[in-house]
């Protein structure tokens, strides 16, 4: 087994914390979303909002690990 140290958990969650957060200001400043399709519409929360911002926080911890 390899001793990797570049892995950083907690560097990892800073960017997933800071992703959710952005996403949960997001999903506060546009309010009540909503998906139409068909003529069938359903609402979107913030907490599906809010996942979607820790993945894109995730994305970018990601790029910095192989560009940065």
């Known amino acids: 087994m390899s001793n990797n140290n570049d892995n950083n958990p907690a560097e990892a969650a800073g960017y997933a914390a800071a992703g959710a957060a952005a996403g949960a ?13 068909g003529g069938t519409a359903v609402a ?3 907490a599906p909002v809010i996942a979607a911002g820790a ?3 995730l994305a970018a911890y990601g790029l910095k690990k192989i560009f940065g």
């Open 44 to 46: 979107i929360g913030a």
């Open 55 to 57: 993945v894109v926080g």
């Open 25 to 37: 200001g997001v999903a506060a400043t546009v309010g009540g979303m909503g998906l139409a399709v």
